[in-house]
């Protein structure tokens, strides 16, 4: 699973193939890999940084138009690349970018491509919500802000899958099972969203792989007139930038990949590591609540807190609550509530209101942090993230688990990892089962042989990009170097880290990294 974003701040993500959405991971929670080409090797990369083919020359050498659109000062353009690499010719997709041209003083770098995760966090709106406007002026005085909403999200070609009103019926099944009828229930809402994108979403389906979106963005570098790529990628965003970097590792520029993802994991080990690090994001919530008089989880321990949270969702699983509309607080909707608060911890008063409110009988305040996770709208509309989500993670692994049969089995490793969440995440990691195509990625390392230094950044309680995820990535590749952020919260650069965010600026403004190991607080 993958439970999601920083969106609230910057934004971040989706990983899994569950619940959860990394920096900004779905029906399910993670993500991952391959499609045609591979980024594993020292060959596939090989092939895949020689001048663009002749079946590619046409993309690669398209001219942008560019026109004002959202804030001001930002623009927004199309570019059209190929459905299907391996099959050039059957046709075109169109992706939509936006960029800020760089402000000055000082000389321009080039591009400075960004994405916040999911996967199926839109890119556009990151750019323009935030990096655009709030990265350090010294970065944007340099560099042309640019995004692309990769394949599948929101303005490229977006997935859909289920209407309004049959989302909500999915967000609200049950995620922990008690019975053979239960079960039943949710293996069927699960088919229903698969079977759903599978409808309304066929033709782009096969093709939403993070290979097919590493791939557009060297298109897009080599229509915007940059020999390197340089990039800053978020949560998921580190593993589609760390696949480019694969793919394509002579024209590695400067690549920042902060809360990294670890491409070695299969499914299953993701969805488990990424259990543990919400209940360690949980329990320093829980520490910090604890010392508040009005803490609605009391005020003795962690281990008291984590005893009343798990009661209360048990209350919720036999009975919901209010919320003032037509819809009740179960316990799959709170728990979401929850694990939404966790990605950051300027979030933890609210979660700690919210909580009050609903023990107290009140469900509302904790359906709006469910609803903002979810991204659904005050007339009952969800933007496409959690079918973007899916729809990626889906095709980057093979699933976690291949039968209700299998999550049972799995389920006391999950429930040791987090007796919080353990049981609910286990189950979302089944959506992928019955997901209409087969994977065409496999875990696999990434060395990215030849590439120019890149920077790989972990925050040692990052509840969606577990830390040791970060050591992982930044040992696999052949130039990596790790950043480490000690705090809370899911990414780092521009949450407060004043050595972090030098560190960081310091290598996209002169390309000098931090040294291999370097430690922030």
């Known amino acids: 699973m993958d439970f999601r974003r920083l969106l609230s701040a910057p934004v971040t993500v989706l990983a899994m193939a569950g619940l959860l959405v990394s920096g900004c991971s779905s029906g399910g929670s993670a993500p991952a890999s391959q499609s045609g080409a591979s980024a ?10 020689s001048a663009p083919a002749a079946d590619l020359a046409t993309y690669y050498g398209q001219k942008l138009s560019w026109r004002s659109c959202g804030a001001p000062g930002f623009q927004c353009s199309t570019m059209k690349v190929p459905l299907d690499y391996a099959k050039p010719s059957d046709g075109d997709i169109k992706l939509a970018v936006s960029r800020k041209k760089a402000t000055g003083p000082g000389k321009r770098i080039g591009s400075l491509l960004v994405n916040p995760g999911g996967p199926g966090g839109s890119a556009i709106d990151y750019l323009q919500q935030y990096a655009g406007i709030g990265y350090p002026a010294a970065v944007r005085a340099r560099y042309d802000m640019v995004a692309v909403d990769p394949r599948g999200v929101a303005r490229s070609q977006p997935v859909e899958c289920l209407t309004g009103k049959q ?5 609200e099944v049950d995620q922990t099972p008690d019975n053979a009828g239960e ?10 969203f698969a079977q759903g994108c599978e409808k309304h979403s066929a033709k782009i389906l096969p093709h939403v792989s993070t290979v097919d979106a590493a791939r557009d963005m060297d298109i897009l570098r080599g229509i915007l007139g940059d020999k390197k790529l340089n990039y800053v990628g978020a949560s998921y965003g580190t593993f589609l930038g760390a696949t480019y970097a694969g793919l394509f590792p002579a024209r590695v520029g400067r690549l920042v990949l902060d809360g990294a993802m670890d491409p070695s ?21 829980a520490a910090d609540c604890i010392k508040h008089k009005d803490c609605p989880l009391g005020t003795t321990s962690v281990a008291d807190a984590s005893h009343r949270l798990e ?6 699983d036999a009975k919901p609550i209010p919320t003032g509309q037509s819809r009740k607080l179960g316990e799959s909707l709170a728990t979401t509530g929850v694990i939404s608060a966790m990605y950051d911890e300027g979030s933890w008063p609210q979660l700690r209101t919210a909580l009050t409110h609903a023990m107290a009988g009140n469900g509302a305040a904790l359906l709006a942090l469910s609803d903002s996770y979810y991204e659904r709208d005050s007339k009952g509309k969800y933007a496409n993230l959690m079918y973007a989500n899916a729809a990626v993670n889906c095709l980057d692994l093979p699933p976690a688990f291949k039968s209700p049969a299998a999550v049972t089995k799995a389920l006391p490793s999950f429930e040791k990892a987090s007796p ?4 609910g995440f286990a ?33 040692t309680r990052d509840p969606a990009t577990p830390y040791k995820w970060a050591k992982s990535l930044a040992a696999q590749l052949s130039s990596g170097t790790l950043l480490t952020y000690d705090g809370d919260g899911h990414t780092a650069y521009g949450r407060g880290s004043d050595c972090i965010d030098t560190a960081i600026n310091k290598y996209l403004l002169d390309g000098t990294p931090p040294k291999n190991g370097k430690k922030c607080s």
């Open 40 to 49: 594993t090797g020292a060959s596939t990369a090989g092939a895949a940084t």
């Open 167 to 171: 989302m909500d019926a999915y967000t």
């Open 183 to 192: 079960t039943k229930k949710l293996t069927a809402s699960l088919k229903e």
């Open 265 to 285: 994991l299969t499914s299953l080990q993701m969805n488990r590591d990424q259990t543990a690090g919400f209940e360690t994001a949980f329990k320093s919530f």
């Open 311 to 316: 009661a209360f969702f048990s209350r919720l």
């Open 420 to 423: 919080v969440f353990g049981k």
């Open 427 to 459: 189950w979302a990691a089944l959506n992928c089962s019955y997901w209409p195509l087969h994977a065409t990625g496999t875990a696999h390392r990434i060395t990215a042989k030849g590439a120019a230094p890149i920077v790989v950044v972990g925050t």
